[in-house]
């Protein structure tokens, strides 16, 4: 099927969309019975270094419930100026500019290779971007003063008209002023009190004075008061003064007393930055950067108390109905999120701390928001460090790698619904026609609202197909899906990015065999895990397991062939060779297993798979290994711990972990030294080599990984020997050593212990 | 002295007067009707000078009587009215020749005799008055000022007539005895003032023996010849004679005498008893009766007093016998009198039981073993050994206690005892402190506490041998065995937590909302306090003060600044939640000064600048205290919104809270000041401030309270020894329980009144004992007790109690205690009570400490004839009877004020002092002599300062010379001089000089800035200084002295009958 591979690539990298299935079922029924649902990962914002934006705007279908965007799909009617809606078949004039219309003079997003295009639109006020640095104080030296650093430097990464805010917490919250001279003045909130937005704003004086009487004179522009002028300033103006303030701040000076944890007021001064955003610049482009080094110790959204003794809530503890602040907690942060999200604001996460600080409360904030989160063990490490440049870096054009405010709506032609979203979204709540009853991930709408997203971010947006089985869509019909993502770029442009798709409808029945070859098993492998990963955020992680099995054993019922009572004559066409491998460790991967992981892991873990692409969650799924020695090239081999052998190097590769392990007997021999001997040379390529790819992942990947360089029998090998499928400890009847990845042989059955497949078989 | 000096000037006055009438119309308007009469006043004057003054009283006074005007008649009403009326004093003038005049000094001492007739007829009259002074009057007024020895013009008259007033005030019974025995002596005895009057002044002094002489009985106290020696003398002049003793200011007596004397010049006191007696057996059998009949003119007077006016009064006597504002008991004198007998020596604590010198006297005090009446002032040094007595005297028992009392350079502060690990001893009962009474046995092994007799061990590191006296051999080494007051350093038993408290701190909270930064008031404040925080108060030596400081500013919100001294810059922190107040930093908040100079000098150069262009007129001002509190403390708690309850955190937090308010509107002082109230802080205000006109004043109180010595977190409690126990509290402090006063600040200002009661016999020869034991915490942050011990007589004998009692001191207790009624009661009721109260002390001295005398006298203890004066005075005060333009926020500032005041601050202030400046000679480096509270006592020539602790007049007559008007305020005519003007310029000239000097030694006398207001003769401004001539009678219907007493007369007759 290499023609169905190169398509699907194509499609990536031109559309930035992978769908499951890329030959859909024409029916509702046949469409339930593939198991895997119609569904896409979309990454709107995907890097198109040829796509260069037009300088106009959409012209969008008439209907009011459609206002579709004309796209190379429509059937143009050259001499009418007419075109036709291929979404509800409308018949739309086009507008006056486009009077020149002709076959030979087409726009833009008339031509094929514009199935995704960009739109700049012209009109509006363009607004700066905005950073609001929200910073605990509650640290240790050296982290307070890593962090320092990290955020002075940051000031020189930023637009020089991009305006900064900060405020500090402690016990106490400051809103820094940042304007004044010979004196710094702050605000400051007691840590333990909920202020409504509406009291923050009062108290921070964002609330102009009622003046009555006072009308605005004709003739003279309203003197608009820059009344967030105090606490949010353009970084060129108050460079120095920031620098400065930020070189001053201290750690929380209040006493903390053995035995206790530092009263830390995360909960208000996040309230307090999404209160200050809300009054000053809602629905602009903003982003608050959260930099905590422990849990909120009191407050609203506290998540453990500061008796050091009462230890911050495990999954057992959670289990046990047992953690007395996480739902007050949670809902503190749900609330904050949502109404970050409804102004159009993100919120980023960066916690370093060597216990866990709240990630799992707090985790709407980024999550719903399009935020980043960050978990390092401390703010002086270069996980960290680089982690938190890295986000500001640029793209080809010099644009940073960021954009705000995103709305994402979803079209569809009339054989398909959309269920739903599951990504860095949040519901916009629109109805429409195209709204399916059924939901899956986020649905009940057909817009989203995306406050931060990268180029990488990507939504996995289910579809329903509605069309009945009793009614066929004639042959050779298309359906066609358009996904219009309005944002806000960081030039501060207002954008509009197109991307309209079509597949091709088949008869399952009939032509079963095309729809099989089209499948998408690494699409569908991720689409399945968030689909997972959502459930198991709200429910019991064995209903998630069995839930994934039963969908496994059905997709393997539908496509495998087998003979009954023989377990080896199960065979899977190539398409879905991978699949089940995929989902064996998805079962075994920390965004459904919580064993071994904290809450706040689990929730970091799960936060980031729900927004990478898919080649990286894939990496989730299945960390790479690869392995290097003398025999040949570097080559991946089966995350299996038969792949762990003397004479060789590993380097393994979780996403989260890069992890290099070097054989027995090559630990022996970098311990006698023979690298630094010019006669074994060989030796020390060998050894480097790793380390230069490693390096290459490092550099390329947000956030950075953990970097972990260990060698048989050190303690750190447990990072490795935690992923591989632990077949060498078991007697079994194949030897899977010889399988490699590029064999396409399906993973033995029984190695699952908890999935009878023979007996469902 | 005035009308004498206005009598050249009288024609000036003349003229106005017609000016006058209207003016004085309108004021006397709101007094019973007397509004018809003016006009034909008005008529008077012009033809018969004389005689207006008469009218005048007998018409405002006494309708019906009004017919009288024309003339002696008119004077017989004005004696019915006698009781109040002015009309009395204006007959005596009209009638009184300079025959009389002379008799005058002698039977009253108080040479003033010829105000007599203006006292009585308030400012109102004077215009009147002067008109119809004629030569006559003229000559009387000389010879009052000869009385009073200050006019040194008319002295050969002066001389002679002085030294009965001194007489008079000096010993009641003496002056009885000269005046009616022989003038002559009346003459003698010059006053005190009166130079050269050496005659006068060895008659006194021989008075006591005398006395003692006489009431043999009475071991008593120089005073206690008055008592019993006047019934003797008495007996053996007459019964005038006796009356007179009594002194007490025996109006009616005296007044007799003058008014005999106007009758019939030559007319001596016999006449007149006889008289009067027939007319007093009528009233009262008077058991008195027989021995010295009532004399009619004085029957009537009293009952002429409006209840009584429906007695016919014997007209004709009556209007000679009028009371005579001079023969009445004088203030100035007595406090003259006192200081001359009492201020050299030294009082000597040793003695149980003794009366010390008054607080207008300048004494040095050697403690031998109890404490000093710098700390301890009783209203009685004698107390009733069972409550029957103490009830029926009704005589208050009471304590004004100020712990941290300031001393004068010459005597030592308390000696600090450091009785190290173990603490100081005290009892095991009742845990009262080791002092001078505790007495050892058993060799020396066990003491036995002199408070509740419980016996205790010596510890053995204290053990000391007791010599053949029972003695300590090393009483004399040991202060706590010595003294009268003294100290230990606290253990850290004593400290909240049990921990040692860390320094205190000054939190300045600086208000600026757009009036203050208009008013220039905050950058007046910053600039000050830039060179004020170099004088923070230090303990002892200490090179530099221990104590911090912080800055709050607050309009809307509440800024805090770090000014810790590493910070390049100050922060400021501003704190919109004000309902819910915290203080936003710890570290840098409270600073040492000399470390963070200079973000300190950085910080106050911003504020003025910061909020200069604020518009916010808002300001918050519970959560400013609030925060202020949270700052000293570690911990949060949750607030609320009452003062009160904020006022008891503060309390237990230990911070002590001083407003300085800048009202231009009604503020609400009197739930403003709960707080400092409650927390033993201080309330100033400065009503509409103005930097021009009042940053003196402000600054200077600044100044003041941020330098004083303040001891912080105190708690105070008196132990009493069994029979009586403290059962009530004034003050500026907080009550948690009903014995521990809980002071967040004690300063060496504030005052605490304990009221005590019995509840058990006391006995004779143990007497009662006072241990009054502070603990708290020195400005240089160390724990320390302040033990002052008080050793009282107990008596059988009511005689003995009245013996003993000190006015000026019940007088601060009963005007606290009416000051607190007015919370709870009508301001009526109040007044009332402290009317039946006095009345009630005096009925009871009258029926069983006086000898037997004619109901129709008024005979008042010697040691409380004051009492009636500044009885008035405290009922014709602002909070008792507030006039239309006393605000409700001055009530209660005034009110708050003398809560803490001590007994010296409220002596002055409810009878404030009135110094004429022109009449001694500039050279002359004394204060002069002060004259009393009246406008009689004003000439036109003269210039006089009047102060009261708070405020400060210097009153310009209209007709003083022009030169001193030149040297003083640099302008060449009384017209010119800017009425109210509050500084005087400065001029090189010994005039110019000696007030400048004079005003700034009052000033420094005071706790608080006076302001200087100067108020020319006939300003409008002059209503404002004549509210403090508290002798008179005033605008908002306080009565004057005169009438007071014949008022208070007539209750004590009633209650007698």
Redesign the interface.
């Known amino acids: 099927m290499a023609t169905y591979l190169e398509f699907i690539q194509q499609n990536e990298e031109r559309d930035g969309v992978r769908f499951s299935w890329n030959v859909w079922p024409s029916s509702r029924l046949e469409a339930t019975r593939m198991v895997v649902p119609l569904a896409c990962l979309l990454t709107p914002l995907k890097e198109r270094p040829d796509l260069p934006p037009v300088q106009y705007e959409p012209v969008l279908c008439s209907r009011t419930t459609c206002k579709a965007i004309l796209n190379p799909l429509c059937q143009v009617d050259y001499r009418a100026k007419l075109w036709a809606c291929n979404f509800c078949f409308q018949r739309n004039q086009f507008p006056p500019a486009y009077t020149g219309i002709s076959e030979v003079n087409q726009p833009a997003e008339l031509m094929p290779q514009f199935s995704t295009i960009e739109y700049v639109i012209q009109r509006g006020a363009q607004s700066p971007l905005i950073f609001l640095y929200v910073v605990d104080t509650c640290l240790e030296e050296d982290d307070l003063q890593a962090l320092k650093e990290s955020l002075q430097m940051s000031l020189s990464l930023l637009p020089p008209d991009a305006l900064v805010g900060l405020i500090t917490f402690g016990r106490m919250v400051q809103v820094h002023e940042l304007s004044c001279e010979g004196i710094s003045k702050s605000y400051v909130f007691r840590g333990t009190k909920d202020l409504t937005a509406k009291q923050i704003q009062d108290m921070l004086g964002l609330t102009k004075p009622a003046m009555p009487m006072q009308q605005a004179r004709p003739g003279q522009p309203q003197e608009q008061p820059f009344v967030s002028g105090r606490f949010l300033q353009p970084i060129h103006k108050i460079d120095m003064n920031l620098t400065d303030l930020l070189g001053e701040l201290q750690r929380d000076p209040w006493p903390v007393t053995q035995g206790k944890r530092p009263l830390r007021s995360t909960g208000v001064a996040l309230s307090i930055a999404v209160g200050l955003l809300e009054g000053t610049f809602p629905n602009t482009g903003a982003r608050i950067m959260l930099f905590t080094g422990g849990p909120p110790t009191q407050g609203p959204g506290m998540v453990v108390g500061d008796e050091l003794k009462v230890p911050i809530r495990s999954w057992h503890d959670i289990e046990k109905d047992n953690a007395r602040f996480m739902k007050k907690a949670t809902k503190h942060y749900e609330m904050l999120a949502n109404r970050t999200a409804t102004n159009g604001h993100c919120i980023d996460i960066y916690a370093c701390a060597l216990d866990q600080t709240g990630l799992l409360e707090m985790k709407c904030c980024a999550n719903l928001t399009g935020g980043h989160m960050v978990m390092g063990d401390s703010f002086n490490t270069s996980l960290f460090k680089q982690t938190f440049q890295r986000i500001f870096s640029k793209d080809f054009n010099g644009d940073f790698r960021m954009a705000f405010g995103a709305t994402l709506e979803v079209k569809t032609s009339r054989e398909l619904k959309v269920a739903g979203a599951i990504g860095p979204c949040v519901s916009l709540n629109v109805k429409g026609p195209c709204v399916s009853e059924n939901e899956l991930g986020v649905g009940g709408t057909s817009q989203w609202k995306i406050c931060g997203l990268d180029p990488t971010s990507t939504l996995g947006i289910y579809f329903e197909v509605v069309n009945q089985h009793n009614a066929p869509v004639p042959q050779g019909g298309r359906g066609a899906i358009q996904f219009v993502t309005q944002y806000q770029h960081s030039s501060t442009q207002r954008r509009i990015r197109v991307t309209t798709i079509a597949r091709n409808w088949a008869d399952a029945q009939s032509q079963l065999r095309h729809i099989e070859a089209a499948f998408d098993q690494e699409a569908a492998a991720v689409l399945m895990a968030r689909l997972g990963v959502f459930r198991a955020e709200s429910e019991e992680g064995p209903d998630v397991l069995r839930w994934l099995d039963r969908q496994l054993i059905r997709l393997c019922q539908k496509f495998g062939q087998y003979n009954k009572e023989d377990p080896t004559s199960f065979r899977l066409s190539d398409s879905f060779s991978l699949y089940p491998q995929f989902m064996f460790h998805l079962r075994r991967s920390p965004f459904l297993q919580v064993f071994n992981n904290s809450p706040d892991e689990s929730s970091y873990y799960r936060h980031h798979f729900a927004r990478q692409d898919l080649t990286q969650s894939l990496i989730m799924i299945q960390p790479i290994l690869y392995s290097y020695s003398f025999h040949g090239p570097p080559e991946p081999v089966l995350l299996d711990s038969s792949s762990i052998l003397a004479d060789r190097i590993l380097l393994m590769d979780t996403f989260f972990q890069i992890v290099i392990y070097l054989g027995e007997t090559i630990a022996q021999w970098r311990k006698a030294g023979y690298q630094d001997m010019a006669e074994y040379e060989n030796f020390k390529h060998l050894l480097q080599a790793p380390l230069d790819d490693a390096q290459e992942i490092l550099q390329a990947r947000f956030p950075m990984p953990r970097y972990i360089n260990t060698e048989h029998g050190g303690s750190q090998a447990r990072f490795l020997l935690s992923k591989v499928n632990p077949s060498q400890t078991h007697n079994n009847l194949y030897a899977w050593g010889q399988v490699t990845l590029t064999s396409l042989q399906p993973p033995p059955l029984n190695t699952w212990q908890l999935l009878p497949c023979s007996s469902l078989l | 002295m005035n009308v004498n000096q206005s009598a050249p000037p009288v024609p000036p006055f003349g003229q106005p007067q017609p000016v006058y009438t209207g003016y004085h119309q309108s004021s006397y308007g709101g007094q019973p009707g007397s509004t018809a009469p003016p006009t034909p006043y008005g008529a008077y004057n012009g033809p018969v000078p004389g005689y207006q003054q008469t009218p005048l009283p007998g018409v405002s006074r006494a309708p019906p009587s009004s017919e009288a005007p024309p003339a002696s008649t008119a004077q017989a009403p004005c004696g019915q009215a006698a009781y109040g009326q002015f009309g009395q004093g204006d007959v005596q003038n009209g009638p009184s020749s300079t025959v009389q005049m002379q008799r005058f000094p002698g039977s009253q001492p108080f040479g003033s005799v010829p105000l007599a007739p203006v006292v009585s007829q308030p400012t109102v009259l004077q215009p009147y008055g002067p008109p119809p002074t004629s030569a006559q009057v003229t000559a009387q007024l000389a010879g009052m000022q000869i009385g009073g020895a200050v006019a040194p013009a008319l002295p050969p008259v002066g001389l002679g007539y002085g030294p009965p007033t001194s007489l008079a005030s000096a010993s009641g019974s003496y002056p009885n005895s000269g005046l009616y025995g022989s003038y002559p002596q009346g003459q003698a005895p010059p006053l005190s003032q009166a130079q050269g009057h050496l005659g006068a002044q060895p008659p006194q002094r021989s008075a006591p023996p005398q006395a003692s002489g006489f009431t043999s009985p009475a071991s008593g106290g120089p005073r206690m010849p008055s008592m019993t020696g006047p019934l003797l003398p008495g007996q053996g002049f007459g019964g005038p004679s006796v009356s007179q003793p009594n002194h007490v200011s025996s109006p009616p007596p005296q007044a007799l005498p003058p008014g005999t004397q106007m009758t019939g010049p030559p007319g001596p006191p016999p006449p007149m008893h006889s008289s009067q007696q027939p007319g007093y057996q009528l009233q009262q059998n008077g058991s008195f009766g027989p021995v010295r009949g009532p004399q009619p003119n004085y029957g009537s007077p009293y009952p002429g007093a409006p209840t009584f006016g429906s007695q016919p009064g014997p007209p004709q006597p009556l209007p000679p016998k009028r009371l005579d504002p001079d023969a009445i008991p004088s203030p100035i004198q007595v406090i003259e009198d006192d200081r001359n007998n009492r201020g050299s020596e030294p009082f000597v604590t040793g003695v149980r039981g003794q009366v010390p010198p008054l607080v207008t006297t300048n004494f040095l005090v050697k403690d031998q073993g109890n404490a000093s009446p710098r700390y301890i002032r009783c209203t009685s040094y004698n107390i009733p050994c069972t409550s029957d007595m103490a009830k029926q005297a009704q005589v208050p028992l009471a304590a004004v206690i100020k712990p941290l009392a300031r001393l004068p350079p010459e005597e030592a502060s308390p000696y600090v005892v450091d009785h190290g690990e173990s603490g100081p001893l005290r009892c095991n009962r009742c845990k009262a402190y080791m002092c001078p009474f505790m007495q050892f046995v058993e060799g020396g092994r066990r003491f036995q506490c002199c408070f509740c007799s419980c016996i205790n061990d010596v510890p053995p590191q204290y053990f000391q041998h007791l010599d053949h006296t029972g003695k300590r051999v090393d009483a004399y080494d040991r202060p706590e065995l010595s003294l009268g007051s003294y100290e230990f350093l606290a253990t850290v038993d004593y400290c909240k937590n049990n921990k040692f408290p860390s320094p205190p701190a000054f939190i300045f909270m600086i208000d600026v909302s757009y009036n203050a930064i208009r008013s220039g008031l905050v950058r007046l404040l910053c600039e000050e306090l830039k060179s004020l925080l170099d004088f923070l108060p230090r303990e002892g030596g200490a090179e530099e003060s221990a104590i911090r400081v912080g800055f709050v500013t607050y309009n809307k919100?509440l800024h805090?600044y770090n000014v810790k001294s590493s910070?390049?810059?100050?922060?400021?922190?501003?704190?919109?939640?004000v309902a819910?107040m915290?203080v936003?930093?710890?570290?840098?908040f409270l600073v040492n000064v000399s470390e963070s100079r200079a973000v300190i000098t950085?910080?106050l150069d911003?504020i003025p600048e910061?909020f200069a262009d604020t518009r916010e007129t808002e300001t918050v001002f519970a959560p400013v205290i609030q925060a202020g509190m949270e700052a000293l403390k570690?911990l949060?708690q949750p607030q609320t919104g009452a003062y009160q309850t904020l006022a008891k955190e503060c309390v237990a937090q230990g911070c002590c809270v001083d407003l300085f308010l800048f009202p231009n509107q009604y503020v609400d002082v009197a739930t403003l000041s709960v707080v400092p109230q409650l927390t033993g802080g201080s309330v100033y205000k400065y009503a509409c401030f103005q930097v021009e006109n009042d940053q003196e004043r402000f600054l200077s109180d600044l100044r003041r309270d941020v330098q004083k010595v303040v001891g912080f977190d105190a708690v105070m409690r008196v132990r009493t020894s069994t029979g009586i126990r403290a059962v009530d509290f004034f003050g500026a402090f907080y009550m948690s329980n009903t014995t521990d006063v809980e002071l967040a600040g004690l300063d060496g200002d504030k005052t605490v009144t304990v009221e005590f009661k019995h509840d058990d016999r006391l006995n004779e020869e143990s007497g009662a004992l006072l241990q009054c034991a502070l603990l708290y915490t020195s400005c240089a942050g160390q724990r320390r007790l302040r033990i002052h011990n008080l050793a009282l007589n107990c008596c059988t004998q009511l005689a003995d109690l009245y013996r003993n009692c000190e006015t000026d001191t019940l007088i601060n207790y009963m005007a606290k205690f009416a000051y607190r009624g007015v919370l709870n009661s009508p301001v009526k009721t109040v007044r009332d009570t402290l009317i039946t109260q006095c009345a009630q002390i005096l009925a009871c001295y009258r029926k069983n400490c006086a000898s037997p005398s004619s109901a129709g006298q008024l005979i008042l203890p010697e040691c409380m004839k004051l009492l009636p004066v500044y009885l008035n005075c405290v009922l014709k005060s602002d909070v008792l009877q507030p006039g239309a333009e006393v605000t409700t926020d001055d009530r209660a500032y005034v009110r708050q004020l003398v809560t803490s005041m001590d007994v010296a601050e409220t002596n002055v202030f409810f009878y404030p002092r009135l110094l004429p400046l022109t009449k001694s000679p500039i050279e002359s480096a004394t204060e002069p002599p002060a004259v009393r509270a009246s406008e009689e006592r004003l000439s036109n020539g003269d210039i006089y300062l009047l102060e009261n602790g708070l405020n400060l007049f210097l009153w310009v007559g209209a007709s003083v010379q022009q030169g001193v008007v030149q040297s003083l305020f640099s302008v060449s005519s009384f017209s010119q001089i800017t009425s109210g003007l509050s500084v005087l310029p400065v001029l090189d000239n010994p005039l110019s000089k000696k007030v400048r000097g004079l005003i700034d030694s009052l000033r420094a006398q005071r706790s608080r800035y006076m302001k200087l207001i100067v108020v020319k003769q006939e300003d409008k401004l002059e209503m404002l200084f004549k509210h403090f001539l508290v002798e008179d009678k005033s605008l908002s219907g306080g009565a004057s002295y005169v009438d007071f007493l014949c008022h208070m007369h007539k209750e004590i007759r009633q209650l007698l009958s």
């Open positions: 919100v805090f910070l390049a810059q100050p922060q400021m922190m501003v704190v919109s939640d819910d915290f936003p930093l710890l570290d840098g950085s910080l911003q910061m570690t949060f």
